[in-house]
Each structure stands twice: as C-alpha cells, then as structure tokens.
C-alpha cells in the first residue's frame, strides 16, 4: 500500500486528482492522495505538493479542498511550535465527563461490534493506514462514548500509524474529545453506514444525534487496557564519522533525500533512545522509516542520543531541521512550509486558514 522508493512516491503526487478528492475524500473507498505518511517522515512537503498543484492548472475552486487538508496539517505544527509541551495536556478546556485514563480494550482487540470499525482497526495493524475520518469515529468512540480521556487512546493510535505525527494525532483527538474544540465529535451508525459501505443495525452507535451525551457507556467499551508497547530499535553498529566534515543530522520527522542533494557531507540517520520511550512505535513504522532512509545516499544509522553522537563530530559543523522534538546543537535549518509566512498559534484552523488562504492565491495570480 506504501511503497518506499522514492520515485513510487513522487509517482503517487503525479496520481493526484484534487476534484475527486474533493468530492470523494470522506468516503472509505474515495480518492485520498495517501502521501500523508511521506509528509509525515519528511520524505516530501506539503509545499511540493501543493507546487504540483499549481502545475495542474485547475481553477481555485477545483483544488481547494486538498490545498486546505495540506494546510491542516501546517496549522497543527504551528500549534505544537506555539503551545510546546501543553498540546500533550488538555489544550483549551478540560475534557468533561472522563471515567477513566486507559483505553476501552474492544479498541485495541477491534472487537467493538461495530464492522466498520473493527475492520479498520484490523487494517491499522495490518498496514499501518486508518483512513482520517475512521480516525475520528475511533476517537469519538473511545473519548465520547466510552469516556476514556484522551492521552492513551491517542498515543495507541499514533503508535501504529505509519504517517504518525505528534501534533495533528494528539490535537485532534483533542478535537473530537472536546478539549480543544468548542463541542464535541460524534457520529452514529448511519454516518458510519454511508461513508464505509456498511449496513450495520441495531448497535450502541445506532441512535439519533439528540442521544449523544445522554447514554450510559456502552457495555462494549467498559472493559480497559493500558498501553504498553516494547520499542525495538536497531542495535547500534559502530559507523565511520569524520569529526571535521559537515553533519546533516536526519531523524525520524526528516527523510528528505534532497535535502543538500549531491553536496559533501556526512548524513546521519538520528534514532534517540529516550524519543521513543517517551512516544513508543510499532516495528512496522520503525522498518518503514528505515526503508525510506534508504532513498538517501549514504546515509548512516545512529542508534543513540544526540549527547554522544555530538563528542564524534563539532557542533558548529551540525546541520538540523527544525523540529518541536529536536534537542540538537548547530545550524538549525527550516521546514518546506506551505506558508512560511503565516506563523504562530491559531486558536482555530479558520484562522489561520483565512491568512494561509490570501498568500496560496496570490501566487496562483
């Protein structure tokens, strides 16, 4: 489903149809671009994609929709730079009512009785993909039916994602569960019916919209788990750095195989001990990334902190991009952004969508 070479994925952004992504987009079988897990490793920006747009030329109406999903994905990471450490705490508000700080075990067996999602939950482990508004339903179902806070579920999700990242998983599961929205999300089995070919009756989620948030927790979602996963980096092999050569420091948010393209330095895939512990992953995304390393040439796995891969090179001669997660030393470069010039937090992805949106037409004119 996600290849890794990276002529295959710039195929995919070729494949791209932003009108059928328009008006397909929530539906499980829509035409989704898929890309998100190699904007997500750094593999690609959603400024290249959004180049490749243009190129199309298609009139605004026609590709707004996939230019504003690319957007959410910036607004998210600005959020993270903007807030720092309190995205992974209950942003705006406190989620209300929480009855517990696990997760429902139906969630992660996919053994809720609702197809649609059991078999999504299925596929998530299978292939690491879970199609975004599947995502949501997930959440409302654990956060805003079985009341369980946030903070597991999301880290459970993230864990298993190939297109994993920090910011827009947790805020919007934030999103849905009330804490960094006005309301909360929530969707019962005929939007689930519609949107995921499913003709399910007779479920906990088969009730009109005025039940929500007057039920008692279904009896499927009352038995929890924790989330415990073993991380299983590579071992360490001992690597050939020459202290006095240029460092690019690549990690799992940064697999651009063009990033100083043909220049002469020394690149080092960064994989910190203590970043992983702190926000575990599945094998399935470590070897995915490991794989996608392989597009850069010359690129050297480090097993380790950045404390001691800095006492084999000078720190002036460290070259990074920047990253909330990144704790380095050196010359800090910046992200591909769609927008570089709208920065900040947002309290709403209407408001920075609404500056976003004047500079992304301007360069169409």
């Given amino acids: 489903m996600f290849p890794t070479d990276y002529s295959d994925i710039l195929q995919r952004i070729e494949e791209i149809d932003p009108i059928r992504y328009a008006k397909t987009r929530n539906f499980h079988d829509g035409a989704v671009t898929k890309l998100s897990p190699y904007i997500s490793r750094g593999v690609i920006s959603t400024r290249q994609v959004f180049d490749h747009i243009l190129s199309l030329k298609l009139s605004w109406d026609a590709t707004e929709k996939l230019v504003q999903e690319l957007a959410w994905r910036d607004y998210w990471q600005q959020a993270w730079i903007g807030k720092g450490k309190a995205i992974f705490e209950d942003l705006r508000r406190?989620?209300?009512?929480?009855?517990?700080?696990?997760?429902?075990?139906?969630?992660?067996?996919?053994?809720?009785?609702?197809?649609?999602?059991?078999?999504a939950i299925q596929e998530?482990?299978?292939?690491?993909?879970?199609?975004?508004h599947m995502r949501m339903y997930v959440a409302a179902i654990a956060c805003n039916m079985g009341e369980s806070h946030w903070n597991i579920p999301s880290q459970w999700m993230y864990a298993h994602l190939l297109d994993g990242d920090l910011a827009s998983n947790t805020l919007s599961w934030q999103w849905v569960a009330g804490s960094n929205a006005n309301k909360k999300y929530y969707a019962n089995q005929d939007n689930i019916n519609k949107f995921f070919n499913s003709d399910q009756r007779d479920t906990f989620l088969d009730v009109g919209y005025e039940k929500?948030?007057?039920?008692?927790?279904?009896?499927?979602?009352?038995?929890?788990?924790?989330?415990?996963?073993?991380?299983?980096?590579p071992e360490f092999i001992d690597i050939q750095i020459n202290r006095d050569k240029t460092t690019l420091i690549y990690n799992y948010y940064n697999l651009d195989p063009n990033w100083h393209k043909d220049e002469d330095v020394q690149r080092i895939f960064l994989l910190e001990p203590s970043i992983f512990e702190r926000f575990p992953i599945s094998q399935k995304c470590i070897d995915f990334a490991l794989k996608l390393s392989e597009n850069i040439p010359g690129i050297q796995l480090f097993v380790g902190e950045f404390e001691e891969l800095k006492t084999k090179v000078e720190t002036e001669k460290i070259i990074y991009k920047e990253h909330p997660l990144n704790n380095y030393e050196g010359i800090e470069e910046s992200r591909d952004w769609l927008v570089p010039e709208v920065t900040g937090y947002f309290t709403s992805f209407f408001g920075y969508w609404k500056k976003a949106k004047k500079v992304l037409v301007r360069e169409r004119s």
């Fill in 94 to 119: 406190p989620q209300e009512p929480v009855s517990n700080y696990k997760i429902p075990s139906s969630i992660i067996n996919g053994t809720t009785k609702i197809e649609a999602v059991d078999n």
């Fill in 124 to 132: 998530l482990y299978e292939s690491g993909y879970m199609h975004n």
């Fill in 212 to 233: 929500f948030g007057q039920l008692e927790i279904p009896e499927e979602l009352v038995a929890l788990s924790s989330f415990e996963l073993q991380i299983a980096l």
